[in-house]
């Protein structure tokens, strides 16, 4: 869109997530939506590398043949089988679908800091691979060759498809519902519900004091998308307010039952990933656990919950609970906001 100069001060009122009226997407000031803000700065704040996590001691156990049962090589291989592929699908949908059609500038800043993120995700679970010498072409090309993993990941492409379509654009009631129906598939259900199962594996491990450095590397992942489905939540909830028309009856029952098949191809991935169970987890603890989060999700976004079943992994709210961080992350946040203050 061209300039038009001398056109006066931007209408803070006239900003919108999609669709805002004579939209200056280079403007970021006046501001509106400052949630978007905020989690530029904290996402700025936990600035991590996986580089920096020692994975010494899971390279030790990895070769040992004794300090790894054969069911717990298969869970920690399909774990990664779904990571490895899974944050690339993630920046694609946050560059190639997202970006664009966002016409709030300050939503835009965080849809690029989100962007990297999911790069440096794809790099931990790289990091991890080649730490431990794995078979790289065989994880990465999990995604085809595991009918749970190629389940979830064909879930979201497919829903998703339209709006990476060149001519796609919002503007007309179908195509903004199929925006939103977008943000709901990628953030509640991909980043929401999809990364949750393999989470709980990998902090299963850490509590065992097994492959600890890859637990840690998961906990800052997770804290990151803990942000990143924060943040989508917070769209879909300004959507809804700046276009209600868009949240029928009909479409928030079509979520639902989205949500709910997610639920079944979740539940089914944990089957493939412990067969048997392994640390006291077993694949009726994990169907609970993911209708559990399912109904959190659901709830954020103002939709009802469906399974009301309580957390049989009280642990993980530890695990994901920011405000319980352990130091290592309190002491990582302070030496970035240091190393910023550094003059060179
Ligand atoms: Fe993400």
Request: with cysteine; aromatic share 14%; charged share 25%.
């Amino acid at each position: 869109m061209p300039i038009t100069k001398g056109a006066g001060v931007v209408d803070i009122n006239k900003r919108r997530i999609i669709n805002g009226v004579d939209a200056d997407v280079i403007q970021l000031y006046p501001m509106r939506h400052t949630f978007a803000w905020d989690a530029y700065m904290a996402g700025n704040a936990n600035h991590w590398l996986p580089t920096e996590i020692s994975m010494q001691r899971d390279i030790e156990q990895w070769r040992s043949s004794s300090a790894l049962t054969s069911d717990e090589r298969k869970a920690f291989e399909t774990v990664l089988g779904f990571f490895t592929t899974a944050d690339s699908i993630a920046a694609n949908n946050v560059v190639l679908a997202l970006y664009k059609h966002v016409t709030s500038p300050e939503c835009r800043m965080y849809l690029l800091r989100q962007g990297y993120e999911e790069a440096v995700h794809t790099h931990a679970y790289q990091y991890i691979v080649e730490s431990l010498g794995m078979d790289e072409s065989k994880i990465f090309n999990m995604y085809r060759e595991v009918k749970a993993i190629y389940d979830k990941d064909n879930m979201v492409l497919a829903l998703n498809e339209g709006i990476f379509a060149p001519a796609f654009k919002t503007g007309t009631f179908e195509n903004d519902q199929k925006f939103l129906e977008n943000l709901c598939v990628f953030s509640l259900i991909m980043e929401g519900i999809f990364f949750y199962s393999s989470f709980a594996v990998m902090f299963g491990f850490q509590r065992q004091n097994k492959l600890t450095g890859s637990a840690e590397q998961i906990q800052y992942i997770m804290r990151d998308e803990s942000q990143h489905l924060n943040f989508g939540i917070n769209m879909i909830n300004a959507i809804k307010e700046e276009q209600p028309e868009l949240w029928t009856k009909e479409f928030q029952q079509r979520i639902i039952d989205l949500v709910k098949r997610a639920v079944v191809l979740e539940y089914t991935f944990a089957t493939e990933v412990f067969p048997r169970g392994i640390f006291g987890m077993n694949a009726a603890g994990f169907k609970q656990y993911i209708e559990h989060i399912a109904d959190r999700r659901l709830e954020r976004v103002g939709l009802a919950s469906q399974y009301n079943v309580t957390n049989p992994f009280t642990w993980m709210s530890e695990a994901v609970d920011l405000n319980k961080e352990k130091n290592f992350f309190e002491t990582r946040v302070t030496e970035y906001k240091t190393g910023g203050q550094l003059s060179w």
